[in-house]
């Protein structure tokens, strides 16, 4: 029997294993068609002998901040979420949380009993996770899908599948995991089925280095894969 399949990526979570692939290996693994990609696993576990999927959401944010040591960041996110859409994902932005922390430490220009301090700030992707669980409620309710492809290795979204499994028993989530060695066991237990997805399958399932949109705009790999 033909299910109807939703797909929910949480986009940061398999962005850092893929970054981390692609500069080990040398080869461009960051223009990934999602909507290819599900599709062979959808085709190959015959949750949809057509490999269809209705909707898929890909949760990230910018990272404006970053433009200051890394020129070009927010430039490459944006080709990358315009390419998405071009393929028919819906993209879902949130935001970061600027993080201050002081920190304490001995300083030699300083009488040995005081302390020298420095202010530290990191960002901290926020809502991102309940975002997605949010979403994974609210299409159950509307009874738009039977499985889900729950693409994430956050252990906070724990909660969300046992409300889901409590509620409505009768949807799946199919657990699938970057290329990482992230601890899964409790999402493992709590879903259908658990796929992880391998490095060959995130080469074979690349953009074209080049896609004309619907506006006639050519949107180009950032991460263009050197020619021989």
């Known amino acids: 029997m033909t ?17 981390h692939h692609q500069k080990k290996l040398g080869i461009c693994l960051q223009w990934l068609d999602y909507r290819a990609l599900l599709s062979n696993y959808v085709k190959r576990s015959r949750i949809n002998p057509k490999g269809e999927i209705s909707e898929l959401y890909f949760f990230t944010a910018l990272a404006h901040w970053r433009n200051a040591k890394r020129p070009g960041t927010t430039e490459k996110h944006m080709a990358y979420i315009n390419a998405l859409k071009h393929s028919g994902v819906q993209v879902v932005l949130g935001n970061f949380k600027e993080k201050k922390k002081t920190l304490y430490y001995l300083c030699d220009a300083a009488p040995s009993a005081d302390k020298c301090e420095i202010m530290q700030v990191s960002h901290e992707e926020k809502e991102t996770d309940v ?11 509307q009874d738009k899908f039977d499985t889900c492809l729950l693409l994430s290795a956050d252990s906070d979204l724990v909660p969300a599948i046992e409300t889901l499994n409590q509620l409505a028993p009768e949807k799946n989530v199919v657990l699938v995991t970057p290329p990482s060695k992230a601890k899964i066991d409790k999402l493992k237990r709590l879903c259908s089925q658990h796929i992880r997805v391998g490095v060959n399958d995130l080469q074979r399932t690349q953009f074209p280095d080049e896609i004309i949109n619907d506006a006639g705009y050519v949107l180009r790999n950032p991460w263009r894969r050197p020619t021989s």
Do not use: M, S, T, W
């Open 3 to 19: 299910q109807r399949v939703i797909a929910l990526i949480d986009g940061f979570n398999f962005y850092h294993p893929i970054n």
């Open 131 to 141: 975002r997605i669980a949010c979403k994974l409620l609210e299409l159950a309710v």
